[in-house]
């Protein structure tokens, strides 16, 4: 199996999310890298700013209906359906071997109430030292008759941040780009206790089977990733910095190379995750690390902090 290049410990730049000190800006996008070290064959995990989890909710969760996931024309459209094995069996099956590969683990949660969110969040509690911070996933665009939308509210938003401060962790919350204005909405998840918002997940979208004459993947509609969404990431991070300079953002859309990394940096982003690419390339974290640092070496940058938002005058 093909190594990505060498990146030296030595040579990593470190960012601070919070009070969260992460060892490198590059982490995994939930949905894209497992809930375990699915992705330690490629690469070295601890080289990466942390992995970043499927969404869990407190109970197991059969998800939807096949074909989940399909190519579009700019990146791709799924429609999982939050399928999980539920917070307990990932404490206890999945967890203690993404401990032992060293990684920084982000924790990644969701619910269909804010009770639920509590609850997940509660089961958290106690878990190994390498979970860093829990992503409170508010965003999901598959969610089917009677769930909600949460980051589409400003109540909600801040009621699940809130519900889930029991975690005694750093939480971060990811939010829609579905939203007339996310600034709003990310002021609402920093009222609930969101140390950082992680900018952004999918847009809704969808693709229609023409032969069949109806929706093609399973769930109906899905989330569309990839290339597509990076200008939406961008715009996002970009709108949320200029709103709230000192907010830590973690931008994510679309982020295949070291110069989309760069770009949702000068944007405002202190960390970008890297998701669809990695069902192309699983070696893409490692690839867009290693770019970003050759990028940041050859413009003299010395601290990261000098180029984050540097995109605004
Ligand atoms: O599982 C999914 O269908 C899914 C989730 Br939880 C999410 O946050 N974003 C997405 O595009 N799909």
Redo the contacts with the bound molecule.
Sequence with gaps: MQKPPETSASSLFKTVIGSVCLRSPVMTA??TAGRSNELGGYGSLDQLGAVVIK?LSAESWVGNKAPRLAPVRAGMI??????GPGVSAWLDDDLPALADSGADVVASI?GTTVGDYRTAAEMLQGALPCLVAVEV?L????TSHGRRMFSHSLKDTEEVMEATEVCGLPRWAKLSPNTADISAIAAAAVQGGASAVVLT??LTGMVIDIDRRRPHLGGGGG?V?GAALHPVAVRAVYDVHRAFPELPIIGVGGVASGEDAVELILAGASAVQVGTAIFADPRAPWKVLHELQGWLNQAGVEKLEEVIGAAHS
């Design positions: 939930s949905g969404s799924n429609s999982v359906g939050l399928q969701w996933n965003s999901c665009p598959n997940n999918t989330g990733s």
